[in-house]
């Protein structure tokens, strides 16, 4: 197999990781290297239990079939008003192989939840993964849950009341980077949205990753950076300048980055979880016009 496009180092400086990159002349197809290969599996992730059921009309608990068996999702109630609305998959930070509660009211300061996509009418979909919560399989850490998230994308685009040509899909932190690899390997989506990804999951010091993270095409395969030329619908990768992973990891995605499909933004005055809100807010206005660009003037503006 050729050597990658790009081979992630990492250097941990004090508090703060940054990725050296070494260029190469590879072009491989991200959909293409992983067939055939088979991750290790080298711990297990924490046994969270069964989803709750969302209490109200909000959310529905139901299931997707994905190739290690029945998955969990909650995706928004059918409003009733006989309209195919525009959709968007929205997959969490931190273990979002679980879902947990994503219909309480959360602070603008820190919505992971995303919920400004829903209060602008648009159905929302969070599908847990492989080994979370009481699922089949087990947990891989940005691997085989990006089939996953393709699989509960057609769950979602056969509900009657979404409109399959316009699914978006968006996701926080650790969802940031796995949207960003789903966002390689198919082009099925209208738009992709990445707020605080990394360029190579071996940048979370061994949490969300349940494979050798010293084996090196084990985190190629898992690694943003090296698959960026094979995005093929518009993604748009955001992040707080102030503080979280934009210096020593998306500024060095988009130093790297020769692909136009692909935007990167700092979004100064906001750090790693404030981001959230504004960014749903704007882009959630976005969907329901239509008309899907995002320019740096906008971004400055966002409060």
């Known amino acids: 197999m050729r050597q990658a496009l790009l081979i992630a180092l990492v250097v941990v400086v004090g508090c703060r990781t940054e990725v050296a990159t070494e260029s190469g002349s590879s072009k491989e197809n991200l959909v293409d290297a ?12 924490e046994d969270w239990g069964p ?14 079939s994905s190739d290690v068996g029945q998955l969990s999702a909650y ?13 968007i998959v929205w997959v969490t930070g931190g273990d979002n192989n679980t879902i947990g509660d994503v219909w309480s009211p959360s602070p603008p300061d820190n919505d992971q939840s995303a919920s ?13 993964q492989r080994g979370g919560n009481d699922n089949p399989g087990q947990r891989e850490g940005f691997f085989g849950e990006v089939d996953d998230v393709i699989a509960a994308t057609d769950t979602l685009a056969k509900l009657d009341y979404v409109d399959p040509d316009q699914i978006y899909l968006g996701g926080h932190s650790t969802g940031g980077t796995m949207v960003m690899l789903i966002g390689a390997t198919t082009d099925r989506y209208r738009g992709i949205i990445s707020l605080g990804p990394v360029a190579t999951p071996v940048q979370y010091g061994g949490d969300y990753v349940y494979c050798d993270v010293n084996n090196a095409q084990e985190m190629r395969l898992r690694s943003p950076i090296d698959w960026l030329h094979c995005v093929k619908s518009p993604m748009f990768v955001l992040e707080g300048a102030e503080q979280g992973n934009w210096e020593g990891s998306i500024d060095v995605m988009a130093d790297e980055n ?3 499909q692909i935007q990167f933004f700092p979004v100064p005055g906001h750090e790693h979880f404030t981001v959230i809100d504004p960014v749903a807010k704007l882009m959630a206005q976005k969907i329901v016009s239509g008309n899907v660009t995002l320019t740096q003037a906008e971004v400055q503006s966002l409060r």
């Open 75 to 87: 995706v928004t109630k059918d409003p009733g008003d006989g309209q195919k609305h525009p959709a």
């Open 51 to 64: 989803p709750d059921v969302p209490p109200g009309t909000t959310f529905d608990l139901i299931k997707y």
């Open 258 to 260: 020769t692909n136009p």
């Open 34 to 45: 992983r067939k055939g290969f088979q991750t290790r599996v080298t711990k297990q992730g």
């Open 116 to 128: 400004a996509f829903r209060k602008a009418g648009i159905v929302m979909m969070f599908p847990s």
